[in-house]
């Protein structure tokens, strides 16, 4: 009898890299694994399923650099966690971030304008960029999450676990 496996497939969404379905863990976060001693999910192989608390623990620990990177680019700047969050976002989308948005940032002008164009500059041109950027926009300069397919605001239940909504549990009423 087959054994049946609950956890992230790995699989090529469209964009050339192997991602851990939905997660936003792509074979680039591999080091992490090996990190954490979860060498048996690298190299990453299209098909494989990793299970949802080996993603929470590398995510964890993706997410720590990520915000150690913010850190490090603004030493001198306080944010909101909205703030952090959305440069966390452009962080883990560019790999750092883009000069452009960093002198925008720390002189506080044309902020806006320069954050909305920055998938002008990324080589691929996926068509949900601009909405991403528009989002992450919207969240460092007013607090909000948006769904950017229905440009709706997200609310979240607060009392709901992360990880019990990454396992598929429904948000707490």
């Known amino acids: 009898m087959e054994e049946f496996q609950t956890g992230f497939l790995v699989k090529n969404i469209g964009d ?17 694994f090996k990190e954490l001693g979860y060498n048996e999910y ?11 608390e080996v993603i929470l623990d590398v995510l964890s620990a993706v997410m720590d650099a990520k915000v150690q990177q913010v850190e490090e680019t603004f030493p001198d700047q306080t944010f909101t966690q909205n703030q952090v969050e959305a440069l966390v976002s452009v962080i883990y989308n560019f790999g750092h971030i883009p000069d452009s948005l960093k002198e925008a940032i720390s002189k506080n002008s044309n902020i806006k304008e320069t954050w ?4 002008d500059s990324q080589a691929e041109k996926w068509p949900g960029l601009p909405k991403r950027r528009e989002a992450e926009y919207i969240l460092f300069s007013e607090g909000k999450y948006i769904d950017t397919s229905s440009k709706k605001e997200i609310q979240f239940a ?6 019990d909504l990454i396992n598929g549990k429904e948000p707490l009423k």
């Open 42 to 52: 690298v190299p990453f192989k299209e098909g494989m399923v990793i299970p949802g």
């Open 116 to 119: 909305i164009h920055l998938s």
């Open 16 to 32: 050339g890299k192997l991602t851990a379905g939905g997660s936003g863990i792509t074979e680039s976060c591999e080091s992490y």
């Open 158 to 163: 607060s009392s709901t676990p992360f990880s």
